[in-house]
């Protein structure tokens, strides 16, 4: 990437409006190339990748919430990484247990409104919830 090139919102990554995450992202992406600006009257070399750093970073968590989601149908094409199944099953039990457990579903949904990154649903009190009390039958 040359330096004096930078890419936000949509032009870098681009999500299934069907999650409206897009302009959450582009705004978090707006916020913090603002405080990096902020930070440095002037640019140095490298700012656009510290910035498309903190961008992937922004990313990370709802691209892995609609991918995970979107590899549900089986005619999306893409890299189904090994982790695909296992998140899957998780997350289908995060939703079962977050009906009757406040902590449980308080934790999904501060992840669902990018408060939290995706990690915060794998708190072992979530994980041993799940694993004691969920009935949810997997196919
Ligand atoms: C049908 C649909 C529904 C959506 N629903 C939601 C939702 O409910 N919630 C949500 O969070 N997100 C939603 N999104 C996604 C959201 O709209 C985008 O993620 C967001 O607008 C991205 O902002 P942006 O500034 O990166 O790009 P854009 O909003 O696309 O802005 C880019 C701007 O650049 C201009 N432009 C392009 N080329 C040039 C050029 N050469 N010179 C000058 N100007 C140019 C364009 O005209 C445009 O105004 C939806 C998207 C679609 C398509």
Known sequence: MPDGLLIVGDA???FDPVFGQGISVAAMEATALMGMLDESKHTKPGFNQRFHTKASRIIATPWKMSSTA???HPKVIGNRKWTVPLLQ????RVYERSSDNRDTYTRLIKV??????STHLLHPKVAKDILLKS???IT
Do not use: G, I
């Open 112 to 117: 669902m409104n990018l408060l939290q990154p």
């Open 70 to 72: 979107v590899f549900r």
């Open 89 to 92: 099953r998780y997350s289908k």
């Open 12 to 14: 870098h990554c681009r």
């Open 135 to 137: 009935h949810v039958q």
